[in-house]
């Protein structure tokens, strides 16, 4: 059973700056590519960022280009989203997610098969 668990969510003031953890159970975590997204209240779950299995190639979403970072750490089998200069359009839950076996890194929800429990970070203004 593969569970994702994510953690360094928090209350922040604008313009600070947040890191986000994720640790995946399973096994062989560097075949996986990892994404993160978030989830506003009253609206849909969106994209933020997707890192590939050997950490390599990255993917951003055009809002969050140049203040987000996300790598990983295979040997900790862990996924990290740095986010910087936080505004508070960046209030959201915010969740990792496991994209397919050998795939590359992808925006699309239904492409991760698993997901954590979701970390809250809140931005006052």
């Known amino acids: 059973q593969v569970q994702l668990v994510e953690s360094g969510g928090g209350l922040v003031q604008a313009g600070d700056s947040l890191r986000l953890s994720c640790v995946d159970s399973?096994?062989?975590?560097?075949?996986?590519?990892m994404g993160w997204f978030r989830q506003a209240p009253g609206k849909e779950r969106e994209f933020v960022a997707a890192v590939s299995g050997t950490g390599g190639n990255t993917y951003y979403a055009g809002s969050d280009k140049g203040r987000f970072t996300i790598s990983r750490e295979n040997a900790k089998s862990t996924v990290y989203l740095q986010m910087n200069s936080l505004n508070p359009e960046d209030t959201a839950v915010y969740y990792c997610?496991?994209?397919?076996?050998?795939?590359?890194?992808?925006?699309?929800?239904?492409?991760?098969?698993?997901w954590g429990q979701g970390t809250q970070v809140t931005v006052s203004s």
């Open positions: 399973g096994r062989t975590f560097s075949n996986y590519a």
């Open positions: 997610a496991r994209g397919p076996y050998l795939g590359g890194t992808s925006q699309k929800i239904y492409d991760y098969a698993y």
